[in-house]
C-alpha cells in the first residue's frame, strides 16, 4: 500500500468526516511518483505508474469524503482551527477540542528501516508545539513489514504519549503496537 492509500485508510479507520472530524492531509509529490529523474528498469517504471494511478483515485476519495488535501496553515485559519506547525501528514479536529495527529510510512522503494525514524522525528518535534487547551491522540502509523519491525523496538515513544499502529489491508487486522486508538 503506497502512503496516499495508507494515509487514506487511518483517515477512514480512525477520523471520518462522517463522524464530524474535520480533516486535512498532506501528501508529498514523492508520495504520488511525481518526482525523482527518468526511471530506467521495467520495475520502477511500473512502480512510477501505479504510484500516480493509485494517488489520483486516493486524491478523489479524499475529495467525496471532504477532507482537505494540502493547504493545512490556510485551512486552519479558515476552520479557525489551531495550526500546529511542523509536516505533518494527517491532522484531525472534533469540535469538542479533539485533535488527532498521524505520522504516516507506506510502501516505498526507500529503505524501510530509516522510514519510522523520520516519522519518530517528525512526531516528537510535533509533540513539542501542541496547544495546551486541546486533547491530543498522537499515532506514528505504518504499512508493511519491513516497517513494522522497526516500529515494535520504539515502545519508548509511549513516554511522550505517542501510539504505535501497524495499519494492516483489512481493518479487523489492525494492530496498535503500543499505545491505545484515539480516544478509546
Not at 144 to 170: C, D, F, P, Y
Amino acid at each position: 500500500m503506497f502512503q496516499p492509500r495508507v494515509k487514506l485508510e487511518f483517515v477512514k479507520r480512525f477520523c471520518p468526516p462522517k463522524d464530524g472530524w474535520r480533516v486535512c492531509v498532506d501528501i508529498d509529490a514523492s508520495e504520488e511518483g511525481r518526482t525523482g529523474g527518468k526511471r530506467v528498469t521495467e520495475e520502477s517504471i511500473e512502480r512510477q505508474r501505479e504510484m500516480k494511478a493509485d494517488a489520483e483515485k486516493v486524491r478523489k476519495a479524499f475529495e467525496e469524503l471532504g477532507v482537505r488535501v494540502g493547504g493545512r496553515k490556510a485551512w486552519c485559519k479558515k476552520e479557525e482551527l489551531p495550526y500546529i506547525g511542523g509536516d505533518i501528514d494527517v491532522v484531525a479536529y472534533q469540535r469538542n477540542n479533539r485533535c488527532i495527529v498521524a505520522e504516516v510510512e507506506g510502501a516505498s522503494s526507500g529503505q524501510a528501516e530509516q522510514k519510522p525514524y523520520k516519522a519518530v522525528g517528525q512526531m516528537v518535534r510535533t509533540v513539542g508545539c501542541l496547544p495546551s487547551d486541546w486533547h491530543f491522540h498522537c499515532s506514528i502509523v505504518v504499512h508493511g513489514e519491513a516497517i513494522q519491525v522497526h516500529l515494535e523496538q520504539m515502545h519508548a515513544l509511549e513516554k511522550l504519549r505517542i501510539s504505535g499502529l501497524a495499519l494492516q489491508n483489512t481493518e479487523s487486522s489492525d494492530r496498535w503496537v503500543f499505545g491505545a486508538p484515539p480516544f478509546s
